[in-house]
């Protein structure tokens, strides 16, 4: 059974940096994309980027130019540089890899204070 196991979370002042990895525990064949997700208190979990196995990226308004995916193929490992933090990027993010089945990483926490 496959896992995702994220890392790099924690608290971080407004205006700083974090980067977030998301690392397959073997090789997945047939990934058609990978994305990170946020949920924030009493919020729906929302969609922050998507990279496709092609390279294309999408990005929600809120975190253009501020965030950036990227993905290492070979290690099965997808990244998310955060830059700029905002106190309203706190929340818990998720991990995902989409192909013909959906894998969640467990979450990991990133707070960012005022």
């Known amino acids: 059974q496959v896992q995702l196991v994220e890392s790099g979370g924690g608290l971080v002042q407004a205006g700083g940096s974090l980067r977030l990895s998301c690392a397959a525990s073997?090789?997945?064949?047939?990934?058609?994309?990978m994305g990170w997700y946020r949920q924030a208190p009493g919020k729906l979990r929302e969609s922050v980027t998507t990279?496709?196995?092609?390279?294309?990226?999408d990005y929600a308004d809120a975190v253009k130019g501020r965030f950036t995916i990227s993905r290492d193929n070979a290690k099965n490992t997808v990244y998310l540089q955060m830059n700029s933090l905002k106190p309203e990027d706190t929340a818990v993010y998720y991990c995902n890899f989409r192909g013909i089945f959906d894998w969640w990483g467990q979450g990991t926490q990133v707070t960012v204070s005022s």
């Open positions: 073997r090789n997945i064949f047939s990934i058609s994309s």
């Open positions: 990279i496709t196995s092609g390279g294309s990226t």
